[in-house]
C-alpha cells in the first residue's frame, strides 16, 4: 500500500506547483512508472483520486505511461529488454544485470487549467 | 499550461536518505536494513547479533512497527539502544522517520545502526532509509517462492538470511529452489542459512555484521 505514500509525494508537488502559479487548478499530472517498480497504475490512480478531495487538484486526471525494463548484462554489457522477472542475457545467457531503465518512478509533468 | 517536472516522484526520501548517510558516514556508523515478512524472524536476529557482537561492537537499533513498542523491548533487554518508530499503520519506513529517530540515539564511532523496517516484502523496498546494507530474510515456513513472487527486494538485498531452518523437516520448503530462485535474480548475492533457535548460522550472521565496517558506507 504505499501507493499511497506515492501518491502524497505526487499530489504536494503538484499542489505546490499549483500555488507557484497563482493557484491555478491542476487538470491533469503525468507519470512515469518503471515496468520493475512494484506499483499498480490502477492502485496509484484510485489513491490519487481519493487524495485530491478539497484540494486544488480535485478534478485533475492521473495519466500514467509505463516505461519498460531495459538490462545491461553484468558479463558481456549487452543490453536487452527482459522477456521474465528472471533477467536472462540473449547473447551470452549469463543471469542478472544493472538496470538502465525501468526502474523510474517520475512525475514528468502539472498541466494546470487556466480558463 | 504545462509545467514540466521529470523529478522522482519520492525525491524528498531520497534526500532524506542522503541526509542520514551525511549523518552517518563522517561518524563512521555502518547502517544495515532489515526487510522481511512479518514472522520471519527479525528482531530474533537483532537479539542474537546483539549477544553474539558483545561489547567489541555496539549495535544500536531503529525498530519500525505499524503500532506497539513490543520489539524495542525486546531489544531493551538486550542492552542495546533501541528506538521504536510506530508507523500508525504505515507499511514502510521512510527516511523522515529514520531521521527523527536517529535524535534518540548517541550514536558513536564504530557503531553498528540496526534498522527493522516494518514487515512487508513490497513496500519497504522502494524507500532508501539511507542504509548502507540491505538485508532480506525469508523464513522457511513462507515457502521457497518467494524470492521469485517479490523480486525487486532480492535484485537489491546485499544479504539474504534464510531464518528458522530448524522447521525444515516440518515443511515443504525446498532449500535447492529457493537459493536458484536467488541466484537468478542477483547472481553471487550471500545467502546465510540461520536458525536462532539451535544457533546454526548465527555466528556467520554476526561475522557478516561484524565485517560491515566504515568502509562499507557505500551504496
Redesign the interface.
Known sequence: MHEFSIVENILERALAIAVEHGHLPVSRVRVAIGALQQVEPEVLEFAFQAAVQGTLAEDAAFEWRAVPARIACAACDAQFEPEDLFWVCPECAAAGGRVLAGDELVLESVVLDET | ?????????????DELAQAVRDRLRPLGVATVNMISAPGSGKTTLIERAVEALGAARRIQVIEGDPDTTLDAERIAATGAPVVQINTAG???L?ANLVLRALEQLDLAPGDLLVIENVGNL??P???DLGEDKRVAVVSVTEGHDKP?K???LF?CADLVVLNKIDLLPHVDFDVARFREYV??????VPVLDVSCRTGEGVDAWADWLRALGPADAVR
Open positions: 499550461m504545462e509545467i514540466r517536472v521529470v523529478e522522482k516522484v519520492l525525491k524528498v526520501n504505515g507499511c514502510h521512510e513490497v513496500c523496498v522502494s524507500f521469485a517479490y523480486p525487486k535484485r541466484e537468478k535474480l542477483q547472481p553471487g
